[in-house]
């Protein structure tokens, strides 16, 4: 039997009317190899691999409920509408419904526990949750791959978070990207690092990934090399990570991180990601390690540093980071599950 759920409830709420519902949770995730450069656009098909970590404390819970009486689908973030993202969500719900034979529209309920589009891959999360949701709604069982798929299609790293711990995202050779999907590598559970996250700005970040993937494939001269180069990277974060090598891992994933914003760096105009404060925080993770502690450094498209340790020194990196000026907060985090659903009704 279906129970259903008013649309016009808070996200925690649930009364029945008329209409069938699904809330999920997926987290974020931070790549340790990253993915810059697109093969196709449209379809969010990734020019490079990527590996990844996904995180417990940084999470996108998503409720959707499929309504009739709705014209077009609508996305409340945060319980305010968001057109921009509500555009991908549609062309996302659209192939769902197309394998499930759905007609109904749906409105989207999302709420993030962290700051919206500013480097903490609110987007991986928040697309992970939506197809995890919506195809609960629609009653239509299907793999984590394929889930993995239409999530890509919302935002390529979308893909690695319907995966919990260490997960890795395939380029894909096919046009229509049914083989640009993530798999998981290894559990959380069997190698439980900890991420330190340093907040160094809360503001949303003035140039978004895809358009920052763009003009770094157009214009910059290293492009090319770029891509020719990662298959070597994953490799070794994937024997890193079977090998439980913490250098190993360090090594690769700082390099990977400074490849990928010295490349964005060279793009026209360049792309400058970092502030001051992000510079002290990789300079602070630099001295941490040759002192002995085992720490690194990622940052993605925004000016966040996440410092990846191993769980004894989760402390003394989290006091490190958030003495230093312009850290406005600390947030830490162990590795987190797979994209799950919290209810059906
Ligand atoms: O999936 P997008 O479009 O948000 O791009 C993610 C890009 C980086 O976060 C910088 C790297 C990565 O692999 O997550």
């Known amino acids: 039997m279906i129970r259903v759920l008013s649309s016009a409830m808070s996200i925690h709420d649930s009364k029945p009317t008329d209409a069938a519902v699904a809330t999920a949770r997926a987290h974020a995730n931070f790549a340790l190899v990253k993915y810059w450069g697109k093969r196709n656009s449209e379809l969010n098909l990734p020019d490079v691999g990527s590996i990844s970590i996904t995180l417990d404390a940084l999470h996108t819970t998503t409720r959707v409920t499929l309504d009739q009486n709705l014209q077009r689908d609508e996305l409340w973030l945060n319980g305010q509408r968001s057109p921009a993202a509500e555009l991908r969500a549609r062309q996302v719900l659209d192939r769902i419904r197309e394998a499930a034979g759905v007609s109904s529209c749906c ?43 239409w999530a890509r299609m919302g935002s ?10 260490f997960s890795e995202m395939a380029k894909g050779r096919l046009d229509d990207g049914t083989d640009s999907v993530a798999r998981p590598l290894l559990d959380a ?24 993937m763009l003009r770094t494939a157009q214009t910059s001269p290293f492009y090319k090399a770029w891509v020719k180069h990662q298959d070597q990277d994953l490799d070794l974060a994937r024997d890193a990570i079977a090998a439980q090598d913490f250098d190993a891992l ?8 400074l490849s990928m914003h010295g490349l964005a760096m060279s793009a026209r105009p360049g792309l400058l990601y970092f502030n001051p404060t992000t510079l002290a925080c990789l300079h602070r993770v630099r001295e941490l390690r040759a002192e002995g502690t085992p720490v690194f450094f990622t940052v993605d498209a925004g000016p966040q540093v996440k410092a990846i340790c191993m769980p004894d020194h989760r402390h003394q990196v989290s006091t490190a980071l958030s003495e230093i000026s312009g850290v406005t907060e600390v947030i830490s985090s162990v590795l987190g599950p797979a994209a799950h659903l919290i209810d059906t009704v």
Request: hydrophobic content about 40%; cysteine-free.
């Open 107 to 149: 409105r989207i309920d999302s709420e993030n526990n962290f700051p919206t589009a500013a480097g903490l891959a609110s987007s991986a999360s928040g697309f992970a949750a939506l197809v995890t949701a919506a195809t609960a709604a629609m009653r239509y069982d299907t793999p984590e791959s394929k889930r993995s798929e």
């Open 189 to 212: 559970a069997a190698w439980p690092l900890e991420v330190v996250v340093a907040i160094t700005r809360r503001e949303q970040k003035g140039v978004s990934s895809t358009e920052g």
């Open 250 to 257: 360090a090594d690769v994933a700082e390099a990977s991180a």
């Open 156 to 165: 390529g790293s979308a893909a690695r978070s319907i995966f919990g711990g």
